[in-house]
C-alpha cells in the first residue's frame, strides 16, 4: 500500500550535479527517518545521507560538503541535490523510509536509479 518512487538519475561529468527526488505515498500515518543509500557494483549497500522528521541531518564523509538532503514534509518527499559529482559517486542510489501505516512501521526501499558520474 505504502510505495517509494525515485526519480532524477542519469549520466552527468565529473563536477556537474543531479537532483535525486523520492516521494512516498498511500496511507500514510507518518514518516519518521528518510535517507538515501548507495550500491556501486561489487559493493556494499552504504549510507549516504539521512534526515530525521525534525530536520536533522547526516553525512558520509566522503559527500560532505557537496550533497545536500532535503525533506518536504507536507509533500511525504525527499531529496539530493549532488553537486560536485566525482566518477567514484558513480552508484544506484536507493531511497529509504520509516513509515507508519495503519499501525504498523515498517521500513520501505524505492526502487532505486542510476547514477552514472562519467566523462
Known amino acids: 500500500q505504502v510505495q517509494l518512487v525515485e526519480s532524477g538519475g542519469g549520466l552527468v561529468q565529473p563536477g556537474g550535479s543531479l537532483r535525486l527526488s523520492c516521494a512516498a505515498s498511500?496511507?500514510?500515518?507518518?514518516?519518521?527517518?528518510m535517507g538515501w543509500y548507495r550500491q556501486a557494483p561489487g559493493k556494499q549497500r552504504d549510507l549516504v545521507a539521512v534526515?530525521?522528521?525534525?530536520?536533522?541531518?547526516n553525512y558520509v564523509d566522503s559527500v560532505e560538503g557537496r550533497f545536500t538532503i532535503l525533506r518536504d514534509n507536507a509533500k511525504n518527499t525527499v531529496y539530493l541535490q549532488m553537486n560536485s559529482l566525482k566518477p567514484e559517486d558513480t552508484a544506484v542510489y536507493y531511497c529509504?523510509?520509516?513509515?507508519?501505516?495503519?499501525?504498523?512501521?515498517?521500513?520501505?526501499w524505492g526502487q532505486g536509479t542510476q547514477v552514472t558520474v562519467s566523462s
Open positions: 498511500g496511507s500514510i500515518s507518518s514518516v519518521n527517518g
Open positions: 529509504y523510509a520509516r513509515i507508519t501505516s495503519r499501525g504498523w512501521t515498517y521500513d520501505y
Open positions: 534526515v530525521s522528521s525534525g530536520g536533522s541531518t
